[in-house]
């Protein structure tokens, strides 16, 4: 049974920096995805950056290339994504997903795609 349970979110003010984890079990390594999204009031869900569990960027939005980062820690599953120089634009709920698949380069950021997910962590950036 695959489980995610994202953590790391809270309050910031506009510059600063944030790391979210995503704790996760029951995805075989090196045949699944992993992503994560984030929600807006009255947005849709997009997706901010994903990573083959054997290692690799599979998407990266082009509002986080220059200020954010990825980390995986296989032996106790975590995956982190680190967001720096936060706007008032990146406050959102922000979710885990994953997917199990024989193509794992091939995941790509659309919600759809993925069938499994976190219950989401808050991020606020005030200006």
């Known amino acids: 049974q695959v489980r995610l349970v994202e953590s790391g979110g809270g309050s910031v003010q506009t510059g600063g920096s944030l790391t979210l984890s995503c704790e996760y079990s029951?995805?075989?390594?090196?045949?699944?995805?992993m992503a994560w999204f984030r929600q807006a009031p009255g947005k849709e869900r997009e997706g901010v950056v994903g990573l083959a569990t054997g290692g690799g960027y599979t998407f990266r939005a082009d509002f986080v290339k220059g200020r954010s980062s990825l980390a995986q820690d296989k032996v106790n599953p975590r995956w982190y994504l680190t967001m720096r120089n936060l706007q008032p634009e990146d406050s959102a709920m922000y979710y885990c997903?994953?997917?199990?698949?024989?193509?794992?380069?091939?995941?790509?950021?659309?919600?759809?795609?993925?069938?499994?997910w976190g219950q989401g962590t808050e991020v606020s950036v005030s200006s």
């Open positions: 997903a994953a997917l199990n698949t024989d193509s794992p380069y091939q995941c790509g950021s659309r919600p759809h795609e993925y069938t499994y």
């Open positions: 029951g995805l075989p390594d090196r045949r699944s995805c």
